[in-house]
């Protein structure tokens, strides 16, 4: 009886031990998988803020749209922008410190990247920075490979006989401005931006949000100096400060102003 106990007892010992070596052999393996898993996670999130809030300015696929964002899913963004500009970090924090703080406004573009995380007032938190960068990071391996979208052709601008709100549209529509990489307007096929506020019935509620202020008012303030109040409703949530670019009062001419105003009250 006493040896068949320890017999037992003996075998238990070493069925135990083999299964936690076995177990143990298996763990890097395991990680490997839950890492790879994990980063396709990552990169699928990714994919749906990256078709939120970038494909207005950096296009469908990363191909970029002249003069007013440059492509990212292109080689050269991949092997040559670091040494470009003396960046010594490695590509991921480059991206990820680029989506976070934006850039001020800048000469070759005229749209501005915009700051896009919390932490400087945006509305992405840091994972969603993150996945978002591991999607343009998988577009490495196929950079060049294969072909893109090429951008629409740009609006031409109409001659200045023609109305006020009609002028006003094409400002709302041209590149330069992007107002239609952040916002929809139903009726406006190329309108159909996820980051601000739907603007297909501004002209009448723009009366109704900031007491004793004209619709009018409303909207050239909101154009001018968008942190002065911010609109309450966005596509993914309540809207966030430091998101829509604070330069238009520099960059459009008084004429132009008055036609995107007037364009806008006419959206009712
Ligand atoms: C309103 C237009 C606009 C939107 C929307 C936008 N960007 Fe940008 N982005 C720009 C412009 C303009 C630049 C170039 C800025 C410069 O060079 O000074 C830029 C630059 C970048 C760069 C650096 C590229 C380089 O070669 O240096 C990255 C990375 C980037 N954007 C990622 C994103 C991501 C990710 C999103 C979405 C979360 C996004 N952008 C949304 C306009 C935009
Ligand atoms: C990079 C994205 C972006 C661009 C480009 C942009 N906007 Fe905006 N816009 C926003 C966001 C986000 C808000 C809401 C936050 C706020 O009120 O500042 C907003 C708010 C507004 C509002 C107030 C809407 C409301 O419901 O109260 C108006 C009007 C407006 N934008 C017009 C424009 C026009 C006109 C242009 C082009 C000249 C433009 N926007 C370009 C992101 C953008």
Redesign the pocket.
């Known amino acids: 009886m006493k040896l068949i106990q320890i017999l037992v007892g003996t075998l238990v010992v070493i069925a135990t031990v083999a299964a936690l070596l076995i177990a143990g052999l298996g763990e890097p393996v395991r990680m490997a998988e839950t890492e790879r898993a994990q980063q396709a996670r990552s990169i699928q999130t990714g994919a749906s ?2 078709e939120t ?2 494909t ?3 296009g469908l696929k990363g191909e970029g749209i002249p003069t007013v ?2 492509a ?1 899913n292109s080689p050269q ?1 991949f092997t040559q ?1 670091l040494k470009e500009i003396g960046y010594t970090g490695s590509l991921r924090s480059f ?1 990820e410190s ?2 976070a703080a934006g ?1 001020p406004s ?1 000469t ?2 005229s ?4 700051t ?1 995380s919390q932490q400087f007032g945006g509305p992405l938190r840091p994972d969603q920075v993150r996945d ?1 960068t591991s999607f ?1 990071l998988n577009w490495e391996k196929t950079a060049g490979t294969q072909p893109l979208p090429t951008p629409g052709p740009t609006a031409t601008p109409l001659p200045s006989t023609a109305s006020p709100e009609e002028q006003g549209k094409a400002v709302f529509l041209a590149d330069k401005t ?1 107002c239609k ?2 916002h929809t307007i139903d009726t406006e096929p190329s309108a159909k931006g996820l ?1 601000g506020p739907n603007l297909t019935h501004i002209g009448t509620e723009a009366g109704t949000l900031v007491a004793g202020q004209s619709a009018g008012d409303y909207i050239r303030a909101s154009i001018v100096n968008p942190n002065a109040f911010i609109a309450p409703k966005c596509p993914t949530g309540p809207c966030t400060a430091n998101v829509m670019p604070p330069t238009f009062g520099q960059q459009l001419s008084q004429q132009e102003l008055d036609n995107l105003v007037a364009y806008l009250l006419s959206l009712k």
Request: charged share 10%; proline share 7%.
């Open positions: 803020v990256y809030y970038c207005g300015c950096h964002a440059p990212l963004f922008r991206i680029t989506v850039r800048n070759q573009y749209a501005k990247m915009p896009w978002v343009i992007a990489a952040c980051v």
